[in-house]
């Protein structure tokens, strides 16, 4: 079974600090999303990756880096947390274009930051 | 820009009844992806039906199917025999192209089964 997990459940961080999701991956996938998630709002992407040290703006990559030095593994980097990035951030990955089965994406159980 | 647009904030229905939960898009693409996404109360998302554009036939898993009008521009959910288990937020999903692997998703439907 593919297997993407992030760091933590629950985050809890102060107002200015820097923030840091990890997710990884276990089936070799080329691409990797971070989204958000809000009520009424649904999923958000953030940045994606396509392959290694390659990204992407989503629809809302501002406040949000990442990095991708490695293909399992997937950052997202809060660079200055703000009190509206509290939210449920949610990762996925899946096949490269040309595999079967590219079309879906599998999640990780998602964090829940929370910044006060 | 394609958009995504779910109606129905909340539904409930009784175990074992049919239920149907409403998805709309819009694009100007003729060739894409549909999908419906469940996330169940521990959060962790899977993908639960897809539907290729240009298939006509509607798609079918177990007791999940879909209804996918193009013209329309509509692609609902419908769930029979419904079970404690489908309890879930259900996701209706666009991508474009799956080359990019992109997905665009609209609000969310939280579905309650009820015993």
């Known amino acids: 079974d593919v297997k993407v997990t992030q760091s933590s459940r629950y985050l809890v961080k102060r107002t200015g600090e820097k923030v840091f999701l990890e997710c990884v991956q276990d089936?070799?996938?080329?691409?990797m999303f971070w989204y958000r998630q809000d009520p009424g709002l649904g999923l958000r992407l953030i940045y994606f990756?396509?392959?290694?040290?390659?990204?992407e703006k989503g629809d809302i990559p501002e406040g949000y880096s990442v990095s991708r030095e490695k293909k399992e593994r997937f950052s997202l980097i809060l660079e200055s947390a703000s009190t509206n990035q509290t939210s449920m951030y949610l990762c996925?990955?899946?096949f490269g274009s040309g595999v079967e089965g590219s079309y879906e994406q599998y999640f990780g159980p998602g964090t829940r930051l929370t910044v006060t | 820009a394609q958009t995504v647009t779910q109606s129905q904030p909340e539904m409930s229905v009784q175990e074992a009844e049919t239920v149907t939960l409403s998805c709309t898009y819009d694009t100007s693409e003729n060739n894409y992806y549909l999908f419906w996404y469940k996330q169940p109360p521990s959060r962790q998302m899977i993908l639960v039906i897809r539907q290729e554009a240009y298939k006509q036939q509607n798609a079918t898993e177990n007791r999940f199917s879909v209804n996918f009008q193009k013209a329309a521009k509509s692609f609902s959910l419908k769930i029979s025999d419904s079970q404690l288990g489908d309890t879930a937020m259900y996701f209706c999903?666009?991508?474009?192209?799956?080359?990019?692997?992109?997905?665009?998703f609209g609000q969310g439907t939280t579905l309650q089964v009820k015993p």
């Open positions: 996925a990955s899946s």
């Open positions: 999903a666009f991508m474009k192209h799956v080359n990019t692997g992109k997905l665009i």
């Open positions: 990756s396509y392959d290694v040290k390659m990204k």
């Open positions: 089936m070799d996938h080329e691409n």
